[in-house]
């Protein structure tokens, strides 16, 4: 149960993957500070971070020494302390796969949709992450995380309201 404690809160810290999209994003290197440029910088770090599981060079590529983690489960919130849980969520987890759904990019912020799966037929958990991106680098990071439900509550209250409504004046 421990493992699946920290793969959560792994998943909760910096979680989204990339997809055939992230693949293809160029590196730092072409960065000319755009929205599109730093899309694909935030695309870059989660394919080399976390698809191909190599945090550390991940946050040395694409973080700023001062990079700053939101997570309150990351109370340190470094560049360092942030990839050496990563390093250890993944020897955990090695199965752990992450998929970004779509990104948002504007001005030198970063939205980044994803899906989190700590093994095969796990729950997959919905991510959305932010990301300030300056002089091309990831500067800061923040990010919410939603257990996938099978129903939604609005789902359940119509179905009560229904129930309890119109299907009583059916009778």
């Known amino acids: 149960m421990n493992s699946f404690i920290r793969l959560t809160a792994g ?3 910096l979680a989204g993957c990339a997809t055939a999209e992230a693949a293809l994003a160029p590196a730092a290197a072409t960065c000319d500070g755009s929205a599109d440029s730093n899309r694909k910088v935030v695309l870059a770090f989660y394919n080399e971070g976390l698809v ?36 250890q969520l993944i020897a955990e987890v090695p199965q752990a796969k992450w998929e970004v759904i779509r990104t948002i990019a504007e001005g030198d912020m970063v939205f980044l949709h994803g899906r989190f799966t700590g093994a095969a037929g796990a729950p997959a958990y919905a991510i959305a992450d932010v ?25 359940e209250l119509l179905r009560i309201g229904v129930e309890r409504y119109i299907a009583p004046a059916r009778a």
């Open 11 to 13: 998943a909760m810290a």
């Open 52 to 87: 191909s599981l190599q945090p550390r060079s991940a946050f040395e590529r694409y973080m700023i020494p001062q990079f700053v983690e939101h997570k309150p489960d990351i109370t340190q919130g470094t560049r360092e302390v942030t990839a050496t849980f990563l390093e």
């Open 131 to 155: 990301f300030r991106i300056k002089d091309c680098k990831i500067v800061e990071h923040w990010d919410v995380v939603a257990a996938r439900r099978l129903r939604s509550p609005i789902f």
